[in-house]
C-alpha cells in the first residue's frame, strides 16, 4: 500500500507544530518541560487527522518523560491505518541548554510495516552504498573500512565516520584513529546522525556504533527513501528488556536487521529543527510567523526535500 501524498503536509504540520511549542522552552534548563510540550503538541495534532493510528515506536521509558506510548490509538478512527513512529524532542539536552541539533521526529507507514522496536540500545551502521556487502555488523571496523574505501574510491584518510561521543564507544573511536579515518563525534541525536551520510554536502560517509532502537527504526525510514544501506542489531542488557521484546515479537535476540526487515512499504519520514543543526534549521520568528524547517521524505513518491511551513505566531511566547 502507497500513503497518499496529501499526508505529507499533514504530517509534517503535526511536526512542526510540536517543534514550536517546545521551541517556547530552549535553553530554560528542563528536557522534560521542553519534551512534554512536543508530545503534547504532537498528540494533539495527530488527533485531529483523519486516520487510525497506532503508535508502534513511542519514546520516553528509559528517561521516565511523558511518553506517547506504545499502542497508543491516535486519530479520527476514520481513515487509513498507520503505524506511527515518534521521537516528539530528539535532543532533550540541545533544547534544554539551547545547543544545536533538537528535532521533533515522525515516521509514519501503513500498518504493519513499520517494525516495532523495543525501548532498547541497538548497534547500528548506516552508508550511502547502494551494493550488498560493502558494510555490515558483522564486519570489523578495518574490513568496513577498507571495502567502504574501495566502493568509494577514497582512501581511509579521506572517509569521515559519525559517532556518538560515549565511553561504549571508546575502542571503535581509537581504532578508527588508527586506521587515519576522520571522525565526527556528536553528544547527541543518532537518528540525525545516522541521516548524515544521505547527502556529500554533510561530509560524512559512515554511521556507527550503539544507540536507541526506536532511533534506529526512524532513521531507517529516511535512509530507506536516499536507498542507502542500514543495519541493526538489538541489545539487551536484562531478561526484563528480552521479555519486553518477546511481546513485540521478537524471538531471536541476536538477529541482525537489515533494511527491508526495519521499513517494508511505503513510508513517510518528517524531522523538524528546534534549533538549528545540520540537516534543518531551527524555529526561527520572522515578522508575525513561526519558520520552521523539515527534511521529510516519502518513498514512493520520491520526495527528499527540506519543506519550510509559516504559522502564525500565537501566545505561547508571550
Known sequence: MTIDKIFVDKFVN???KAAIASYSLVGKKDKIAADKAAVDSMREEL???SIHGKIVIGEGELDEAPMLYIGE???QMNGPEFDIAVDPLEGTNFAANNLPGALCVLAVSAKNNLFNAPETYMQKISANVHENEVI????SIKKNIFNLSEYLNKSPENITACLLDRPRHREIIEELK???VNLKLITDGDVSGALLVTDKKYGVDIFLGTGG???GVLAASALDAYN???QGRFLFKSDEEKLRAKKMGINDFAKKYNLDEIITGDSIFCATGITSGDLVKGVE???NEYLTETLVTHKSTGLKKVIITKNLLNDKLD
Do not use: A, H, M, Q
Open 73 to 75: 490509538e491516535l486519530g
Open 213 to 215: 532502537g526506536p532511533e
Open 285 to 287: 520568528i520572522n515578522d
Open 47 to 49: 488527533n485531529k487527522l
Open 228 to 230: 542507502c544501506t542500514f
Open 136 to 139: 555490515d555488523l558483522d564486519y
Open 178 to 180: 588508527d586506521l587515519k
Open 14 to 16: 503535526v511536526t512542526s
